[in-house]
């Protein structure tokens, strides 16, 4: 029997007590919303397992309006899923606000 290769599988949930190294990105006026030391428009985060993406945008006070664009590792996260998504150790959290161009 040949098996059908499929996407790469989601890592585990972190098990209770264990932290979650990720990378938060905060692009364009959400920079300013960065503590020191950032490393431009990032900075590396440990977070408590289960840390949801709604968690970070409250803990940096990130203005609802302003979480537009939200990816980890480059895949969109929809808003309705944005408070039960949990992080992974290695993520990356990208967030935009909204922009308009010409």
């Known amino acids: 029997m040949r098996t059908v290769p499929t996407a790469s599988p989601v890592p585990p949930d972190p098990a209770p007590g264990q932290v979650a190294h990720i990378t938060l990105k905060l692009m364009a006026t959400l920079t300013d919303y960065l503590p ?3 490393q ?8 408590p397992a289960g840390t949801t993406i709604q968690d970070v945008v409250e803990r940096f006070r ?3 309006q302003l979480v537009h664009l939200v990816l980890v590792d ?3 996260i929809y808003p309705d899923q ?3 998504r949990a992080l992974r150790d290695g993520e990356t959290l990208a967030i ?5 161009g010409g």
């Open 62 to 64: 990130l203005p609802w």
């Open 82 to 84: 944005r408070d039960i």
């Open 40 to 47: 431009g428009h990032q900075i590396g985060l440990d977070l």
């Open 74 to 76: 480059g895949v969109y």
């Open 36 to 38: 020191p030391p950032r």
């Open 96 to 100: 935009w606000p909204p922009v308009a």
